[in-house]
């Protein structure tokens, strides 16, 4: 009898626990200009805020893991959304939605004032990048760190990028249907995670997969994100001065690049230290989608990247 009173007090005393509760992220939707756009949200809203910024293809949900042991060990506000089109957000076809990263931005802008998130670190993977870029630029003094993962603004990571020559500058200087086709084609191919004839080489895990793929074969959305890419080309005529803007800001800097990204490779990493001498660079032995492929080892960086910097992110 007293050892099962025990059994259900320490049962108790875990399940109501702060970092109990904090490790528990909730789930909703947030209306911002007539969108609904999903959203995973933890921890104290009164703590520092961290903001996530997804990359493509996926969604918040890379960032669940991360966000959970964050909010279990720190005392930290974390919140992610899915822009339109991916993840559980509403995909508007691409008639009455922009699919720009200017437009990406201002609704990712007009979320957090609706959200009341005024002052806050930033998270940044892929699009994530250039789509935070754009909020630190408009508003630099809302923002209290910086950590990037896998996100470039600048060539050095971007080797398919470099020759001003190549199908990809070119595609961005006058659209080529051949480019939106092969997309979509392959788009179309992806197939549901299986035992046999499926591959995860960049570690997404089946989860993530099914999520993305369900997303990205709705009606119009692979449309949308041609017109996503096709913009892309704003974002490196943008590096310059995304580069000044960050030599001006005088905030903690993290990067974190898994060196297996053959997309974006780890001079992307290195080139931070160029502008930010203050960065702090990890190069993990990990995937374009780090937070997914190793979790514990980027929540434990952050973790301790938190503890040493939190009274600059209370300012």
Known sequence: MIYRWLLCLALAVAFFSPATRAASLHEGWQEVDGLHLFYREGGNPKAPTIVFLHGNPLSSIMYARVMEELAASQPVHVIAMDYPSFGYSDAPDHTSYRYT???LA?????????????????YMQDYGAPVGFRLISANPRAITAIMVQ???????????AQDPDG?????WLQRN????ARRTAYIHALSFP?????????????????QMIAAFQRPGVIEARNDLWFDYGSNVARYPAW??????LHVPVLVLWGKQDMFFTTPGAEAYRRDAPQA??????????????APDQVAALLGDFFRRHHDELRR
């Open 106 to 122: 201002e609704t990712v802008s007009h979320f957090l004032k609706l959200r009341g998130i005024e002052r806050y670190a930033l």
């Open 243 to 248: 580069q000044a803007r960050l030599r001006s």
């Open 280 to 293: 702090e660079v990890h190069i993990l032995d990990s995937t374009h989608f780090a937070t997914l492929d």
């Open 150 to 160: 896998n996100g470039v603004i600048h060539l050095d990571g971007f080797p398919t």
């Open 167 to 171: 199908e990809l500058r070119r595609h």
């Open 101 to 103: 990263f200017d437009h």
């Open 194 to 210: 299986q035992a046999e004839h499926w591959s995860d080489e960049d570690h997404a895990g089946a989860d993530a997969t099914v």
């Open 177 to 180: 249907p051949a480019v939106d």
